[in-house]
């Protein structure tokens, strides 16, 4: 039987949403291509790219005939068709794990992603692209961001990892957007002694051997 060919990742390394994908893939031990698109040039707007991404947005992602976008859709797929592989623990291995799973990758993408992926562009991205901050917008969604912080560290001190005391999709899935933030001001919010448990957690999350591979896919870009 034929080695099944790797799955492809479209989209740079150095994308939140796009790295969210990778941490998984390398987590559950599966090999992949990642297809870089050049966006400064539309790369992810010409129609071959619409095809597998109708919103013209990275990631998308094909396993042989199956196109698939939307990172933490992805994520989750990989996890439910790679049951056996890699970290097992990764996406729950009953109902009652995953529904704790899913309920904290809901409050990443629902409650903590709005304000930090505004404070990735602001003050990640938008020096570089040599684009006005908003420091109004800097300090509404840094206000939003320690709030939603402070139900974080309250959680963390019960439990070793969001989802329980194994690191999970909830937890890996934060990942992309607080890389960016800890080399910024917003930084402090994850790492001050008032948040004990959540500075804890990301010098446990950050180390893995998953994200480092990420962050040298990313270096390497």
Known sequence: MAAASPVKVYGPAMSTAVSRVLATLIEKDIQFQLVPL????????????????????????????????ESRAICRYVCEKHVDKGNKGLYGTNPLAKASIDQWLEAEGQTFSPPSSTLVFQLAFA?????????????????????????????????RFLAGDEFSLADLSHLPNTQYLLGTETGELFTSDARKNVSRWWNEISTRDSWKKVVELQRGA
């Open 38 to 69: 050049n966006m400064s040039k539309g790369e992810h707007k010409k129609p071959d790219f619409l095809k597998i991404q109708p919103f013209g947005q990275v990631p998308a992602f094909q396993d042989d005939d199956i196109s698939l976008f």
């Open 127 to 159: 020096p570089r692209m040599k684009i006005k901050q908003d420091e109004g917008l800097i300090k509404l969604n840094q206000d939003k961001l320690a709030k939603v912080l402070d139900v974080y560290d309250k959680r963390l001190g019960e439990t």
